[in-house]
T-cell receptor
Framework: GENVEQHPSTLSVQEGDSAVIKCTYS??????FPWYKQELGKRPQLIID?????GEKKDQRIAVTLNKTAKHFSLHITETQPEDSAVYFC????????????FGTGTQLKVEL | SQTIHQWPATLVQPVGSPLSLECTVE??????LYWYRQAAGRGLQLLFY??????ISSEVPQNLSASRPQDRQFILSSKKLLLSDSGFYLC?????????FGSGTRLTVV
């Protein structure tokens, strides 16, 4: 089955700096890659996603890149703010977004003032 | 609109007691439904998923069971809770853009 690895497990940045979280997946048939943000004690919420027919997607300060050949995808957050502090999960699935997701192990991002 | 409801929000149960957590989805039909558990500070562990009424797939052997008696209802149960069952339980349904999670149940087994 699919295996998703996520790095780093913790990331500390200064406010205003950029943060990058990287994931790799094992199943070349995976074609949908969402990212979730989970604040302390709350549910994970979708922040951005990308499908395998594009290489990059951007939404304000957040961007995701996908390298299908290398089976890598990354989350980029620019101009980080304290409210970006949370746990971020990457995930992958086959057959579009309606199928079972395989999650990475999560990255605890801390944005320091 | 499509919404997902999960209850209760918090639960404290003694070891050996039964458990029933319920999740319902509104505004869609025949959704794929999932139960996840998250231990403190840890990742999302898939427990069960269901693609239809009465169809349950178990991802890991454990003290829990799941049922789907109706199209938009998914229930997580246990006959006798263990201390290790403590955690944050999340129900989710999948759609074209990944999952929508319920608000979660924080279960503490004492």
């Amino acid at each position: 089955g699919e295996n998703v690895e996520q790095h780093p497990s913790t990331l500390s940045v200064q406010e205003g700096d950029s943060a990058v979280i990287k994931c790799t997946y094992s199943d070349s048939a995976s074609n949908y890659f969402p990212w979730y943000k989970q604040e302390l004690g709350k549910r994970p919420q979708l922040i951005i996603d990308i499908r395998s027919n594009v290489g990059e997607k951007k939404d304000q300060r957040i961007a995701v890149t996908l390298n299908k050949t290398a089976k890598h995808f990354s989350l980029h957050i620019t101009e980080t703010q304290p409210e970006d502090s949370a746990v971020y999960f990457c995930a992958a699935s086959k057959g579009g977004g309606g199928n079972k997701l395989t999650f990475g192990t999560g990255t605890q991002l801390k944005v320091e003032l | 609109s499509q919404t997902i409801h999960q209850w209760p929000a918090t639960l404290v149960q003694p070891v050996g007691s039964p458990l029933s957590l319920e999740c319902t989805v509104e505004g869609t039909s025949n959704p794929n439904l999932y139960w996840y558990r998250q231990a403190a500070g840890r990742g999302l562990q898939l427990l069960f998923y269901s693609v239809g009424i009465g169809q349950i797939s178990s991802e890991v052997p454990q003290n829990l069971s799941a049922s789907r008696p109706q199209d938009r209802q998914f229930i997580l149960s246990s006959k006798k809770l263990l201390l290790s069952d403590s955690g944050f339980y999340l129900c989710a349904w999948s759609r074209a853009r990944g999952y929508t999670f319920g608000s979660g149940t924080r279960l503490t087994v004492v």
